[in-house]
């Protein structure tokens, strides 16, 4: 950055240094003019007794005497004005001095900006490196997805309209020469020329998407329309992030990919399950009509770091309530159930996926089953001394009551499975929202209260 302080004592220093050299250079023409002037003083002597020895007078001679002299005096005048200017210059730059006490120039020069420095990253020759478009890319998952393809050497364009990404997520990327961070919104075409696309862009949380609920069905309808338009034109492979949520409040447990679902078509989470039930149908859709090339994952509860402080899921509810002893709050009577994968996993199991040969809909998700009841207990029993109790509140309209995902069909196809047990991912994520108080607290700013259902303002 250019400090504008620096800039004007820089000038200052130019200027003072110029009168210096100006200076210098009127003293030699001064002490010159004197000797010649001198020189002809002392021709005059001689030349007037030359005169008074009956030799007759040079008429230029005694005039240049006189033009000497004004020469000296105006010479002598120009010193007493550089002088004065060279001083006041000196008194500008004192008063420039920094506040904190260091004096002149030398105080002022400021550190130049340092070269950012990168996590190192794969080499690949043109033929192995893909470029990859991730829309939601400056999301939770989108940015741990950035995190992995850049580190196996590809070149990552991460779209985002960050309503709930952030450019934090994936700031330690921006200015590497394979990353670029475009701000846009899926509802818009985009076009750009990659080889696979991976579709995350949508809220996910049920506060945020019930928080526009035209929107959130915009995203996931226009969104993958034009991403499959874009894959179509390029012949790109496309991947949707679609969901547990497409099996709604499930009569079939745990939930293969064969299953139907049981969703309202009505209710406030049908804007999310629908918007991703029709994305499901258009990927199906332009893969029969168009021959694009398409991967369905259908993602269960994912936790980890880098989601949102108000977030409003389960986990950084918890977390976030049983790190400052606040009561720990169940919907309904905690019977629910829910079964939550790290989102290394997930991250794993969506590249396996695009990189295979399968179109149909795959389960990502860990089996790992507890009740919210239990959860909760988990929870506040790994954040050591916390004093949180445990409350219940009322229930949330159709929350699903049972979820636990069939993973055979994601062993057999792409050869996935987690790998990381709950409790330990759930210590990593205790870790990172601590780190995260602390840093509100440090910046003055106050921890946002956990977010519920409908919590967000709604939009009318
Ligand atoms: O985490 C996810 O990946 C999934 O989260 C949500 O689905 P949901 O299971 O309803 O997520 P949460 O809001 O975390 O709720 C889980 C359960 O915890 C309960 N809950 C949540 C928050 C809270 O403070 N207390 C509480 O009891 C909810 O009522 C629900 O029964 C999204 O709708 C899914 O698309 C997404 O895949």
Redesign the pocket.
């Known amino acids: 950055m250019l400090n504008p302080r620096r800039i004007r004592n820089q000038s200052f220093s130019m200027a003072a240094r110029g009168a210096c050299a100006a200076l210098v250079t009127l003293f030699f023409v001064f002490v010159l003019i004197t000797n010649t002037s001198n020189k002809s003083i002392s021709n005059d002597v001689v030349d007037q007794r030359e005169q008074e020895e009956g030799q007759g007078e040079s008429p230029g001679e005694s005039s240049k005497n006189v033009v000497v002299d004004d020469g000296v005096s105006s010479l002598l005048e120009r010193i007493k004005v550089l002088e004065d200017e060279l001083s006041s210059l000196r008194t500008r730059m004192d008063d420039a001095d920094d506040k904190d006490g260091n004096v002149g120039v030398d105080a002022v020069v400021a550190p130049l900006p340092t070269t950012k420095s990168f996590p190192s990253v794969r080499y690949r020759n043109e033929e192995n490196r893909k470029r990859v478009l991730i829309t939601g890319g400056a999301g939770f998952v989108g940015s741990h997805l950035v995190d992995k393809l850049m580190l196996d050497g590809h070149e990552v364009i991460a779209l985002d309209n960050y309503f709930t990404g952030r450019k934090k997520n994936v700031e330690h990327w921006i200015g590497h020469p394979n990353f670029e961070m475009v701000h846009h919104d899926v509802v818009n075409p985009y076009f750009v020329e990659v080889d696979q696309i991976y579709h995350l862009a949508s809220p996910?949380?049920?506060?945020h998407?019930m928080y526009n609920p035209v929107k959130t069905i915009k995203t996931n309808t226009l969104g993958t329309i034009n991403m499959l338009g874009l894959a179509k034109r390029v012949k790109a492979t496309v991947l949707l992030a679609s969901?547990?949520?497409v099996y709604g409040d499930p009569e079939v447990h745990p939930q293969p990919e064969s299953y139907w679902g049981h969703v309202n078509t009505i209710g406030p989470?049908s804007c999310?399950?629908e918007g991703?039930r029709v994305a499901e149908s258009l990927m199906i859709a332009y893969n029969k009509q168009e021959n694009v090339k398409i991967r369905i994952a259908r993602?269960?509860?994912?936790?980890g770091p880098r989601m949102h402080m108000n977030d409003?899921?389960?986990?950084s509810?918890?977390i976030i309530?049983a790190l400052q002893d606040n009561p720990?709050?169940?919907?309904?009577n905690?019977t629910?159930t829910?079964s939550?994968q790290y989102v290394t996993d997930l991250v794993d199991g969506l590249i396996k996926l695009m990189n295979s040969n399968y179109s149909a809909p795959v389960n990502i998700g860990n089996p790992e089953e507890h009740t919210?009841g239990q959860?909760?207990t988990i929870i506040r029993d790994l954040v050591p001394g916390s004093k949180s109790e445990i409350i219940n509140?009322e229930?949330?309209q159709d929350?699903?009551q049972q979820?636990r995902p069939d993973i055979r069909r994601a062993a057999e196809q792409i050869s996935w499975k987690p790998q990381i047990l709950m409790k330990d991912g759930l210590l990593k994520t205790i870790e990172y929202f601590r780190a995260e108080i602390d840093r509100n607290k440090r910046g003055g700013k106050p921890v946002p209260e956990?977010v519920?259902?409908g919590g967000l303002e709604s939009r009318r």
Do not use: C, M, W
Not at 204 to 207: D, G
Not at 299 to 303: G, H, K, L, Q
Not at 312 to 315: Q, T
Not at 328 to 332: F, L, R
């Open positions: 996910a949380s049920p506060p998407y969901t547990s949520e989470r999310y399950d991703k993602i269960f509860n994912t936790f409003g899921r389960v986990v509810n918890f309530q720990i709050t169940i919907y309904g905690g629910q829910r939550f919210i959860f909760a509140l229930s949330q929350d699903p979820r956990p519920r259902h």
